[in-house]
């Protein structure tokens, strides 16, 4: 591509620009130079017509002080002088005012010193581009390892000769309405494709005010403030022809898109390279340059061609390229400040109305931003190595409360925001999620054992990755390019892990301790004499047997056993070849063994007969029962014993307090404490017995589900220490009855759907995050092996842990990142890790950190923070640490973002991002978990803080903490009927939650996950009842828990008549999806003339007015304008 035959311009007084512009290969191209070495631009000497110029980037490596005055500017402006080149097109004539015609006209001067005036300027709201390697510098070489294949020549396909080569720059004057003359070198031999382009040389208008400091830009602003077509290599006068090569790199095989760090494209031999731009260089931008053409893959010196480009997604993920300018094209004048402003808006890089919008704080919250997605996560260029829509993480598997990170933890301190992750490493699949694809090699870096993931960044021609986490090369494995079975060349492109964000990789021998265990449950049941009261027996030996075809058994080794407890131990022994159950009666509790240790464990196919006979019978065998006795403290050492070379699950269903053994509980009273000081003390266990069991067996992969019967003091504080320290779940019906059978049909359809989760075996989760940040506290039910790694004997699906991140030092890369592998057994035998990479950009803009703050993450965070806090701090603690945060949060944005930065305010200002942040606070103290007051019995509250510490951040804020509410007699038509295009049932829109939104004759549905209430009002049309419940009286519709009956009958379009009713299933069956199916809820009816004690539990939920012990949403509002004003945060 070099040009030997051209004449050389004069040599020039600084020795690095002669070496430049002789064919010296610049600073950054050469053997040994740094990959970060700056590359200056070097501007064109002016033409004839006095009001326009060019300039075109060049690789001078002069010294920053080049320029006089302006000793900072990062680039030095080397005058060149003018030698034109052949050209197939005559030379035109100059234009009118021309004041000479040489062809040597003389060369401009420097830019003076000073701030750029251009209306392009850059702006605080605007950040300065960044690149793969953390630099802020305008251009990058690319690594030393790569330099000696730029000396190739380099061809382009044919559809690319149409770009020009757009290096202008932005301008403190916009160009005059002079006419532009376009410059016509004298003719000679080129080839025939730059002969037919015609292409006309525009020129830009360059202020001698302009600072030399140039800013970059992604090249989607190209078309923002480009100057005029520029000439290909070949029109341009020798000297700079041979500049312009010694400059520009190869394009990126998929231009603007993310790029790697290995070999340069090549195209064909034979065609002519007419659009070299700096596109390849590692995705650090020339202004102007247009982009090589995305549609053609090119094939790379090293590496696989990349794979094409398509869907909206991507399209969404990375912004079309810029127009191309045509032959003969005359430049627009340049854009005014605010069209500039909208372009840039529109490409990302700018600030984004969308984005930097803030609120007042006041009025009735909008609940429907809870169903916003969380602030877009904008990544620099070039962070992933393969364009992929799918590489950014979704918000439902990891959550970040920040997703703008700051760079220094003093600016993480002055918005008072946290910073933590609300992760769920082993999500379930719902309607309309994308599956999780699966890899069967799995590739580490050797040094953090990071995996490999769509971040990584390919080096040395891609014989070697780069690691995201700690830099380090690793080699690449040879079946990512080539496979040894079918002896096919594969496209490294396409592999799953390079491509999605989450992943999971089937695990090899080595990450097996032992071969993978079967699934193993052991039920303990009580039978004392509370239980038989309750009739919990016998319906629990139903719904066992009701789900033993939901039980994980696909390979046939799942094993069960059973334990019946009062006052002695029941072992049943069953055998592959009967039907009959054997009882063994354990009486002697103080040294507990096993009377038949082979034959207590029963494979669930082989022994099928038998544990159906044991289960039908079993509200039989102990109906007669009166031993008031509780011995589960030898029944989980038996269990223990049972599954001490195993591992396994220990399901405790129990309707009275443990009596015997070590771990006995004494009862403590409980009513007049409630609502005092000493409240807090019933939230902390007696002893530390089940803490330290729970420890012993997370060891031996032995997990705990505990589940309460009935209003028995059960000291559930002290029995919740079980399932928190093995990674288990805990329910408690307070309203169970055998004779009741709305609260009968939730356990039984809660229970089945435990049994029947895909759990995963022997887990442990461990999380990694880049250099500087540290993981600091940890929220859920696990066992904390180490500082990083999480025990879980069982993984319950859909659990979530919360993190929380400081920052150890400063950030200086342009991105972090955060891993989360969990290491598990399946179901059915296999041993997978499911990975899941999180990339976030960082900032040193404080306005940027607030305006992309996640609210829900942050609820979620505090919440379980909050909760966490007070079982082992005090319960009023816990509320004021959540308040105090929240006010901090305000008061940091009035203070640091807002013009009333001092002094009183009558209004208070939020992002809007965070405009929920003070309702979902107020939200959490009202919630059971912490709400004051002496009505909620501790086993309730206890209940609520263990589905706070694992629910996921959707789900724990909504609906658990803030209720959905809508109304069903003014449904729209669409609502509770399939999406024509989705398959999804439409939900009907949400209203407030305040008793102003019930009117007297209107039903409404208020759905708050675990519960259900349906709203009738007084004067409501008997029409809807008619067509809802199939009755035409509304009085004869009972208060409390009913069954809304299903007139469909399974069909797919109502009945007639019943339309109501139809939509009304419809919409309760998708919400409950929404919560994974996690809870049964029970419907209430509530009249509005019924029940006191229903509309007490309803207007607890409607947060936006005042309850007793807690204030509306304005009076909150209010109390923290207040305390801002007073400056007490």
Not at 287 to 294: F, K, L, S, T, V
């Amino acid at each position: 591509m070099s040009n030997q035959g051209a004449p050389q311009p004069p040599p020039q007084p600084n020795a690095a620009g002669a070496a430049a512009r002789t064919g010296t290969p610049p600073v950054g191209f050469g053997p040994g130079s740094s990959p970060l070495t700056q590359i200056r631009p070097q501007p064109l000497s002016r033409t004839s017509t006095p009001s326009t110029s060019a300039a075109v980037a060049s690789a001078s490596p002069a010294p920053s002080d080049a320029v006089p005055g302006n000793s900072r500017s990062p680039f030095a402006s080397q005058p060149a002088p003018f030698h034109p080149s052949p050209s197939p097109a005559p030379p035109a004539p100059p234009a009118q005012g021309s004041q000479s015609s040489s062809p040597h006209p003389p060369r401009p001067q420097p830019p003076l010193a000073g701030r750029v005036t251009s209306p392009l300027a850059y702006t605080a709201a605007s950040p300065p581009a960044t690149n793969m390697y953390g630099s802020t510098m305008p251009i990058q070489a690319r690594p030393p390892q790569q330099q000696q294949l730029y000396q190739q020549p380099q061809q382009q396909q044919p559809q690319q000769q149409q770009y020009q080569q757009n290096i202008g720059y932005p301008t403190s004057v916009p160009p005059t309405s002079a006419p532009q003359q376009a410059w016509s070198p004298p003719p000679a031999s080129v080839p025939a494709t730059a002969q037919a382009s015609g292409q006309v040389y525009g020129q830009a208008t360059v202020s001698s005010s302009t600072s030399s400091r140039r800013r970059l830009y992604p090249e989607q602003m190209a078309t923002a403030y480009s100057s005029p077509p520029q000439p290909s290599s070949q029109q341009l006068p020798p000297h700079q022809q041979q500049n312009k090569q010694q400059h520009q790199l190869p394009p990126h095989p998929q231009g603007a898109l993310p790029s790697y760090s290995g070999a340069p494209p090549s195209s064909p031999p034979g065609q002519a390279a007419t659009n070299q731009n700096t596109a390849g260089l590692g995705g650090f931008f020339v202004p102007g340059a247009a982009p090589p053409a995305i549609s053609q893959p090119q094939t790379v010196s090293g590496l696989p061609p990349m794979p094409p480009v398509s869907g909206a997604g991507i399209q969404a993920a990375y912004p079309a390229a810029p127009m191309v300018q045509q032959p003969g094209y005359v430049a627009p004048m340049q854009p005014q400040m605010g069209d500039v402003t909208q372009q840039f808006s529109q490409m990302g890089l700018g600030p984004n109305p969308q984005d930097y919008q803030v609120s007042v704080l006041g009025g009735k919250p909008q609940l429907s931003m809870l169903n916003d997605e969380p602030p877009s996560i904008k990544l620099p260029p070039n962070t992933t190595c393969v364009p992929t829509s799918y590489a950014i993480c979704h918000p439902s598997h990891k959550r970040s409360t920040l997703n703008a990170v700051p760079k220094t933890d003093k600016l993480l301190k002055k918005t008072k925001l946290p910073f933590g992750l609300v992760i769920t490493p082993f999500k379930t699949q719902q309607q309309g999620d994308d599956l999780i694809p699966t890899v069967t090699e799995i590739v580490r870096c050797r040094r953090c054992r990071t995996y490999i993931n769509p971040f990584i960044v390919f080096v040395e021609g891609g014989r070697r990755w780069k690691c995201n986490m700690c830099g380090l090369s690793n080699d690449v494995p040879l079946y990512f390019d080539y496979d040894s079975a079918t002896q096919m060349q594969k496209d490294r492109w396409k592999r799953a892990d390079l491509n999605h964000a989450v992943v999971e990789f089937i695990a090899p021998a080595e990450y097996m301790v032992r071969p993978p265990m079967p699934p193993v449950y052991v039920f303990i049941i009580d039978v004392s004499y509370a239980a038989v009261q309750l009739g919990a027996p016998e319906v629990i030996g139903q719904a066992i047997l009701s789900s033993l075809d939901r039980i994980p058994n696909s390979d046939g080794r799942t094993k069960v056993a059973f334990i019946a407890i009062d006052s002695a131990l029941h072992f049943f022994q069953i055998r592959a070849d009967s039907a009959e159950p054997h009882q063994f009666v354990i009486n002697d509790l103080d040294d507990v063994f096993l009377p038949a240790p082979k034959d207590l464990l029963l494979n669930l196919s082989e022994c099928r007969a038998g544990i159906e006979a044991l289960l039908s019978r079993l509200g039989s065998m102990f109906k007669s029962n009166h031993s008031v006795g509780n011995a589960l403290c030898p029944a989980i050492q038996s269990a223990q014993k049972l599954l001490g070379n195993l591992g396994g699950k220990v399901i405790a269903m129990l309707a009275s307090p443990p009596t015997v053994g070590e771990g006995k509980i004494e009862l403590r009273a409980e009513g007049k404490d409630l609502g005092t000081p000493r409240e807090s003390d019933l939230l902390r266990p007696q002893n530390n017995w089940y803490k330290n069991l729970a420890a012993e067996c997370s060891r031996v992969q032995i997990a705990f589900d505990t589940i309460f019967f009935g209003q028995q003091p059960m000291d559930i504080a002290t029995l919740s220490g079980l399932a928190r320290h093995t990674g288990g779940s805990q329910f408690y019906y307070p309203s169970f009855m055998a004779t009741y059978k709305p609260e009968v049909e939730r356990f039984t359809q809660e229970f089945s759907n435990h049994l029947g989760a895909q759990v995963g075996l022997e887990a442990v989760l461990r999380i990694r995050a880049s250099k500087g940040l540290r993981m600091t506290s940890y929220y859920g039910n696990f066992f904390l092996r180490s500082l990083d790694l999480l025990a879980l004997p069982n993984v319950t699906p859909n659990h979530s842990y919360a993190v929380e991140v400081e920052l150890e030092e400063n950030l200086t890369t342009p991105v972090v990142f955060f891993q989360t592998a969990l290491l598990h057994t399946t179901s059915y035998g296999e041993r997978r890790i499911r990975v899941s990479t999180l990339a976030l950009p960082t900032t040193d803009n404080i306005h940027t950190v607030f305006h992309k703050a996640d609210q829900i993450a942050i609820a979620s965070l505090l919440s379980k923070k909050a909760v966490d806090r007070a079982l082992v701090a005090k319960l009023e603690d816990a509320r004021e640490a959540l308040q105090h945060k929240a006010l901090e949060i305000i008061g940091a944005f009035k203070t640091e973002c807002t013009q009333s930065s001092s002094g009183a305010t009558t209004q208070l200002q939020i992002p809007r991002t965070l405009q929920l942040l003070p309702f979902l606070a107020l939200a959490s103290l009202k919630h059971t978990s912490l709400r004051s007051g002496n009505n909620v019995p501790p086993a309730i509250r206890m209940t609520a803080i263990n589905f706070i510490l694992t629910l996921p951040a959707e789900q724990g804020v909504q609906p658990y903490t803030v209720p959905r509410l809508y109304s069903l007699h003014d449904l729209p038509a669409e609502a509770g009927y399939p999406d024509e295009q989705t398959g999804i049932t439409v939900l009907p829109p949400s209203l407030g939650l305040s008793a102003e939104a019930l009117s007297p004759y209107g039903m409404y549905l208020l759905h708050d996950g675990h519960d259900i209430f349906l709203w009738i009002g007084r004067e409501v049309n008997p029409a809807l009842s008619q067509s809802l419940f199939n009755v035409h009286d509304v009085r004869t519709i009972p208060s409390g828990g009913i069954n809304i009956p299903d007139f469909s009958s399974g069909s797919d379009k109502p009945a007639k008549g019943l339309e109501l009713n139809f939509q009304v299933n419809n919409i309760i069956r998708r919400l409950n999806d929404l919560c994974h199916n996690l809870w049964a809820p029970v419907i209430y009816v509530c009249k509005e003339d019924s029940d006191t004690h229903l509309r007490l539990m309803l207007s607890q939920r409607l947060l936006d007015d005042m309850v007793p012990g807690a204030p509306s949403y304005q009076q909150f509002l209010n109390q923290l304008r207040d305390k801002i004003n007073r400056g007490s945060f």
